[in-house]
């Protein structure tokens, strides 16, 4: 004889039967793909330090934990603009693509990632399409394939961090555009080269760059920064051939007059 269950019962029971349908329907509606959203960044507190310098220090030291994609536009006297997209992957790895270094050359890019430092060529000019290997991750970019633009998001941090370095740091005036609190950064040992170039440095409280004037020109943040990739990947397949030399003589941009040259890298 058939038992009438009471109406919590057969509730149950009915959930019971639904329930494994219903979690099966929907894993198989879930995206496979979803972007990488970029995790809310807590402001920077500078409040209470010592003067422009620890806050500066504070700024660069969260700057170094930024992972993002930003746009900049680089303004050089007597040049046309230029646009430059750095990307500060999780992972630790980065690239800096720049729409043309010098007159007359493509665009190109910079990226660390684990199989070492490279210079891509993204547009045609006198070498292949490709990338070339310049040395380890970490290696410094030897001068004549330097296009300078890279080194504020990069190995310049560390400076900025660093209250030993021969730097002067003092307040100065926001540059046009640019959002936070800017920086004057000089040297204080005029006989040897700065660890930096020497300029305004300007960072919103999240700790992201908005500006920054040097002898290469002036960067400007032109959008609000994006997510970062899990790692950067290079722009080209990896080739034999010569880097490309950005010192292209009878050259006016200022990045040729800054530094001497340096060794050609080793592979």
């Known amino acids: 004889m058939f038992t009438r269950l009471p109406p919590v019962r057969r509730m149950t029971g009915l959930l019971v039967m639904v329930l494994p349908v219903c979690f099966t329907a929907c894993a198989d509606q879930r995206p496979t793909d979803r972007p990488s959203a970029q995790p809310p960044v807590a402001g920077v507190n500078t409040d209470g330090l010592g003067g422009p310098h620890d806050e500066l220090a504070a700024l660069a030291a969260a700057a170094q934990d930024r992972h993002l994609t930003a746009r900049y536009a680089l303004t050089t006297p007597g040049r046309s603009d230029r646009s430059v997209l750095v990307t500060r992957a999780a992972d630790g790895t980065w690239r800096v693509d720049v729409s043309e270094t010098t007159p007359g050359r493509g665009a190109i890019s910079l990226a660390a990632t684990g199989a070492g430092l490279h210079q891509c060529v993204m547009t045609a000019t006198d070498r292949p399409p490709g990338c070339v290997r310049l040395g380890d991750p970490d290696a410094p970019v030897p001068y004549p394939y330097d296009p300078?633009?890279?080194?504020?998001?990069?190995?310049?941090?560390?400076?900025?961090?660093?209250?030993?370095?021969?730097?002067?740091?003092?307040?100065?005036?926001?540059?046009?555009?640019?959002?936070?609190?800017?920086?004057?950064?000089?040297?204080?040992?005029?006989?040897?080269?700065?660890?930096?170039?020497?300029?305004?440095?300007?960072?919103?409280?999240?700790?992201?760059?908005?500006?920054?004037?040097?002898?290469?020109?002036?960067?400007?943040?032109?959008?609000?920064?994006?997510?970062?990739?899990?790692?950067?990947?290079?722009?080209?397949?990896?080739?034999?051939?010569?880097?490309?030399?950005?010192?292209?003589?009878?050259?006016?941009?200022?990045?040729?007059?800054?530094?001497?040259?340096?060794?050609?890298?080793?592979?």
């Open 148 to 267: 300078r633009v890279q080194h504020p998001f990069t190995d310049w941090l560390p400076v900025l961090t660093d209250r030993r370095a021969p730097l002067a740091v003092s307040a100065a005036r926001q540059l046009p555009g640019a959002a936070g609190s800017c920086y004057s950064v000089e040297s204080t040992n005029a006989a040897l080269p700065p660890p930096l170039d020497v300029g305004i440095y300007c960072y919103d409280r999240d700790a992201t760059i908005t500006a920054v004037r040097t002898v290469t020109g002036t960067l400007t943040l032109v959008e609000p920064p994006g997510p970062a990739p899990d790692t950067v990947q290079l722009s080209g397949p990896v080739i034999d051939a010569d880097p490309l030399d950005l010192t292209t003589p009878g050259d006016s941009d200022p990045i040729v007059r800054t530094y001497l040259p340096s060794p050609r890298p080793t592979t």
